[in-house]
């Protein structure tokens, strides 16, 4: 019991040692603030919120070979940049609500809770917030391992000047909620058609009477479940404790490495961490060989592309654009001669945005 009690006051001396520190360095951060609005710079930098968490994690390893878990520190560096960034500025950030959703959960690892969030109804609305300038940043969902790409999103850079700064991908873990204590009492499962996909085994081994209803989001199926003694709602974890909606069933997904890519939207351009992805649009002409010489321009100059996807132009009937996602930045030297030729050999070339990999997911 000597021994507990002295671990104990150990353990209390370190997190006074902590807090002290923490404060500390919102003092640091705050005073940047006042001088990066003295010098008429940005005072949000990603690119430096990324080395900073960079530089921990390799520390960590270095050090104390991960005995800290590494998801651990990004989340904790993450919550504490948010904290020190809301004293020099309030960021405000729009996402594709309403909240609960995966897209908020999304925007919340990107931002930690410290950012100001607003909620829109469409994806369209998340541009226009970032575009009027009401918002510094929006979120949305772009692709899922499971449905594929969200070619609202897409089709949405055919017409927005704003860049992708910024990436996040997170694990899809889907559970049925009910205000019911049973399975055998849902009658009617609600969700989002995506997420009622990605479920549809789980559904028919387990529940195969009842009846399946679409919503626009997993949330707003959670908002009708409350209402209901019968129905139950699929939907994450979060959402359950948002709503008060018992977990009926855990894990229902089925596909076991079921992620959702979001990226995040702004008016800037992004400067090179070393660790970065590029999205770009291209058109070619109507003609034999030309998207092989459009793509030919990657290969060349040794550029890996990660996706390519096709959307219609919307211009006229059988046209086409091409959305492409590579490794490395706008600025590298192999990816800038790469769209160089590119822009030689193809009729429209529109770079989307440079930004860091999402964190945990850099390889």
């Not at 919102?26 to 990603?46: D, F, S, T, Y």
């Not at 692709?143 to 999103?153: A, Q, S």
């Not at 009492?185 to 969700?191: A, E, G, L, N, P």
């Not at 949330?219 to 994450?236: F, H, P, Q, R, T």
């Amino acid at each position: 019991m000597e021994e507990l009690r002295s671990i104990r006051l150990e353990i209390d001396r370190i997190d006074e040692e902590i807090l002290k520190l923490l404060n500390q360095r919102a003092r640091l951060a705050k005073r940047i603030g006042e001088v990066k609005k003295e010098l008429g710079l940005e005072v949000h930098a990603p690119e430096r919120e990324r080395e900073i968490i960079n530089r921990m994690i390799k520390l960590n390893k270095e050090l104390y070979g991960e005995g800290f878990p590494t998801e651990a520190i990004v989340h904790i560096y993450r919550e504490v940049i948010s904290a020190c960034l809301s004293l020099e500025k309030e960021l405000k950030v729009a996402y594709l609500g309403p909240k609960a959703t995966f897209t908020h959960q999304a925007a919340l690892e990107y931002f930690g809770f410290s950012a100001h969030y607003a909620p829109v109804s469409t994806i369209s609305d998340v541009f226009r917030e970032v575009e009027l300038g009401r918002v510094d940043y929006g979120v949305v969902p772009v692709e899922n391992t499971t449905e594929g790409v969200v070619n609202y999103t897409l089709d949405m850079f055919l017409e927005s000047e704003l860049s992708i700064v910024g990436e996040i991908v997170i694990p899809i873990r889907l559970n049925l909620l009910s205000t019911a204590n049973s399975l055998k009492d849902v009658k009617t499962v609600y969700s989002h058609r995506h997420a009622i996909a990605q479920c549809k085994e789980w559904l028919r081994k387990n529940m195969p009477e009842v009846s399946l209803m679409e919503t626009e989001s997993t949330a707003k199926a959670c908002e009708l479940v409350m209402e209901m003694e019968d129905a139950g709602a699929i939907a994450s974890e979060v959402a359950a404790y948002t709503y008060h909606l018992n977990i009926l069933a855990e894990n229902i997904q089925d596909n076991p490495n079921n992620y959702t890519r979001f990226i995040v939207v702004g008016k800037r351009r992004m400067k090179p961490t070393g660790k970065d992805k590029t999205s770009l649009i291209f058109a070619v002409k109507d003609e034999a060989g030309a998207l092989f010489k459009a793509l030919e321009s990657f290969y060349k100059y040794g550029v890996n592309l990660t996706k390519i996807v096709s959307r219609p132009s919307k211009r006229k009937i059988w046209d086409y654009v091409f959305f492409v996602d590579l490794e490395g930045h706008a600025e590298d030297e192999n990816v800038a001669n790469a769209i160089e030729l590119l822009q030689e050999r193809a009729q429209l070339v529109k770079v989307l945005g440079s930004y860091p990999k999402a964190l945990l997911q850099e390889g």
